[in-house]
């Protein structure tokens, strides 16, 4: 015979074997998927995209919700070849509000880092800020480590 203890928020049930040798009577019940509270990810099963996914960072909210919506849409949607090379306006008007809001979008240079800049300097870029790094030295635009210390 099993036995349920509460101990604060917890429920513990104590099982025998006997319990264990019974079939289970648990029905699966099917998940349903216009459940607005269920997680679904980014992709809903509709193939539209779920703006209450927090793997979106909140960015689908705030001032600039709009415009990123409107870039990510125009970017998920794209039939181009290169995927999104027809949204370049889209995101330009993007970046340009997040610009105007740079305490609530910090730039990654902006946001605060558990490494000091000696560290970083001497640090080999991996994973995903390798590519930021690439992206960084590929740019002319981009203003130069080397020579800003030089100046």
């Known amino acids: 015979m099993s036995s349920i203890r509460q101990e604060g928020k917890d429920k513990i049930i104590f099982v025998t074997k006997e319990d264990h ?32 996914c927090p793997c979106l960072g909140g960015m689908a909210s705030g001032p600039c919700g709009t415009e990123f919506k409107e870039a990510f849409s125009c970017f998920h949607y794209s039939k181009e070849e290169v995927k999104g090379s027809d949204c ?23 946001a605060p880092s558990s490494q000091t ?18 992206e960084k030295d590929s740019d002319p635009t981009w203003p130069n480590s080397e020579s800003s210390a030089e100046s």
């Not at 040798?21 to 997680?39: L, Q």
């Open 21 to 52: 040798e019974t079939p289970s009577s648990a029905e699966f019940v099917e998940e349903d998927p216009n459940d607005p509270y269920e997680e679904q990810g980014l992709i809903l099963p509709s193939g539209e995209i779920n703006w209450n």
């Open 117 to 134: 800049s000696e560290e970083s300097a001497s640090a080999e870029p991996s994973g995903a800020n390798a590519a930021a790094g690439f």
């Open 88 to 110: 370049l306006e889209q995101f330009r008007t993007m970046q340009e509000c997040l610009q105007r809001y740079p305490e609530l979008y910090p730039k990654e240079d902006d």
